[in-house]
């Protein structure tokens, strides 16, 4: 238990450091270290109300990640999104207009929306993964992210889900493109496209939608994470309202 409120004292440091938002996470802090010391003094009452300080903590960062796989996650949540709407490569932008202006640019609007289906369908595969990050934190890697930048927070999430997110998201987003043929196609042509071109294309279009599916999640997470900092209206729970309250 003593370990753990360390480590709960250490991230919510970390957390302390993000620009405009330190007080209400100072407040929590001050909770977590007098919790810490009524544990070395032997105090069982307060170690009661230290729990629900843990507790809150790892509610507030699954429901971050909870959130943005909402987000993402259905009909329309990358394709109906300006910023995070998977287009085309740009390096294949040529290829998209000579497409177009030989009458295939139904081929190609029916690629981008199978891009973005699948990548809606597979970032429901990604909280299972967050959450096990999320129990795996050490004390060693809260002080790496105490030592680190505004972001090192969310670099720790990367570096410890990336792979296993893109192992998760491509087979999801390959079934996709290949449901209305956009792997085939995108394929040959790209392939004929490259032999007489001297700017080569990446024929690999799952491994290209798979990283921006990815990318995707880590943008949607960092702005649900902020919310919860922020505004009091996203913290939706009491357990939230009494551990984030200033």
Same mark, same amino acid.
């Given at each position: 238990?003593?370990?753990?409120? !360390?480590?709960?004292?250490?991230?919510?440091?970390?957390? *302390?450091?993000?620009?405009?938002?330190?007080?209400?996470?100072?407040?929590?802090? =001050?909770?977590?270290?007098?919790?810490?010391?009524?544990?070395?003094?032997?105090? #069982?009452?307060?170690?009661?109300?230290?729990?629900?300080?843990?507790?809150?903590? !790892? $509610?507030?960062? =699954?429901?971050?990640?909870? !959130?943005?796989?909402?987000?993402?996650?259905? *009909?329309?949540?990358?394709?109906?999104?300006?910023?995070? !709407?998977?287009?085309?490569?740009?390096?294949?932008?040529?290829?998209?207009?000579?497409?177009?202006?030989?009458?295939?640019?139904?081929?190609?609007? $029916? *690629?981008?929306?199978?891009?973005?289906?699948? *990548?809606?369908?597979?970032?429901?595969?990604?909280?299972?993964?967050?959450?096990?990050?999320?129990?795996?934190?050490?004390?060693?890697?809260?002080?790496?992210?105490?030592?680190? /930048?505004?972001? /090192?927070?969310?670099?720790?999430?990367?570096?410890?889900?990336?792979?296993?997110?893109?192992?998760?998201? #491509?087979?999801?987003?390959?079934?996709?493109?290949?449901?209305?043929? /956009?792997?085939?196609?995108?394929?040959?042509?790209?392939?004929?496209?490259?032999?007489?071109?001297?700017?080569?294309?990446?024929?690999?279009?799952?491994?290209?939608?798979?990283?921006?599916? +990815?990318?995707?999640?880590?943008?949607?997470?960092?702005?649900?994470?902020?919310?919860? #900092?922020? =505004?009091? /209206?996203?913290?939706? +729970?009491?357990?939230?309202?009494?551990?984030?309250?200033?």
């Amino acid at each position: 238990m003593r370990t753990t409120t !360390k480590l709960l004292s250490i991230v919510l440091a970390s957390l *302390a450091t993000f620009n405009g938002f330190a007080q209400p996470w100072r407040n929590v802090l =001050n909770k977590a270290q007098t919790a810490d010391s009524a544990l070395r003094s032997g105090n #069982r009452g307060t170690q009661q109300g230290n729990g629900n300080i843990i507790n809150g903590l !790892k $509610e507030a960062l =699954n429901k971050g990640v909870e !959130k943005s796989v909402q987000n993402l996650g259905r *009909a329309d949540g990358f394709l109906g999104n300006a910023a995070l !709407k998977i287009l085309l490569p740009p390096e294949a932008q040529q290829v998209e207009r000579t497409l177009r202006n030989i009458g295939m640019g139904k081929m190609v609007d $029916e *690629a981008i929306v199978s891009m973005n289906r699948g *990548a809606e369908d597979a970032v429901q595969k990604a909280t299972p993964i967050f959450v096990n990050a999320v129990k795996n934190l050490t004390v060693q890697d809260g002080l790496q992210i105490l030592r680190g /930048a505004d972001t /090192a927070a969310t670099g720790y999430l990367r570096t410890q889900t990336n792979t296993q997110l893109q192992q998760a998201f #491509r087979p999801v987003i390959n079934q996709s493109l290949e449901s209305t043929g /956009a792997t085939k196609h995108w394929t040959d042509l790209v392939t004929a496209f490259n032999r007489v071109s001297l700017r080569k294309i990446n024929p690999d279009l799952a491994g290209y939608v798979t990283e921006k599916a +990815t990318q995707g999640i880590f943008t949607e997470i960092a702005k649900e994470e902020q919310a919860i #900092r922020k =505004n009091p /209206a996203a913290r939706t +729970t009491a357990l939230l309202q009494q551990v984030f309250g200033n």
